[in-house]
């Protein structure tokens, strides 16, 4: 079945950079599908941070504009967040989301699939 693992959280001061991963398996190379970060603090509903489309564009929320990058190596089902100049308001638990476009040739479902989340805390 789908799954996405998230790594990379943990704990820094504020202006340091940490960089996320998340790793995708159970599905063939051939599906195509977008994959997003998002993040959730504590008391405040999940929110979109950055996500990179099928066709390898990027988008990202206001408040991480210029600080945030998102990559990805499709050879490895990976995608990456780099995040630099972070601030306090950064910390939250960040998830990993893979949106599956359906092509049946290649036993793709059309779904939403989630991580665990990560931990990234930041410190003033």
């Known amino acids: 079945q789908v799954q996405v693992v998230e790594s990379g959280g943990g704990s820094v001061q504020a202006g340091g950079s940490l960089r996320l991963s998340c790793a995708g398996s159970g599905y063939s190379s051939s599906c195509n599908y977008d994959m997003s970060w998002y993040r959730q603090a504590p008391g405040k509903e999940r929110e979109f941070v950055s996500g990179?489309?099928?066709?390898?564009?990027?988008s990202y929320a206001d408040s991480v504009k210029g600080r945030f990058t998102t990559s990805q190596d499709k050879a490895k089902k990976m995608v990456f967040l780099q995040m630099n100049s972070l601030k306090p308001e950064d910390t939250a638990i960040y998830y990993c989301?893979?949106?599956?476009?359906?092509?049946?040739?290649?036993?793709?479902?059309?779904?939403?699939?989630w991580g665990q989340g990560t931990q990234v805390t930041v410190s003033s």
């Open positions: 989301m893979l949106h599956m476009y359906r092509y049946v040739w290649y036993g793709c479902k059309e779904s939403d699939y």
């Open positions: 990179i489309g099928r066709d390898g564009s990027a």
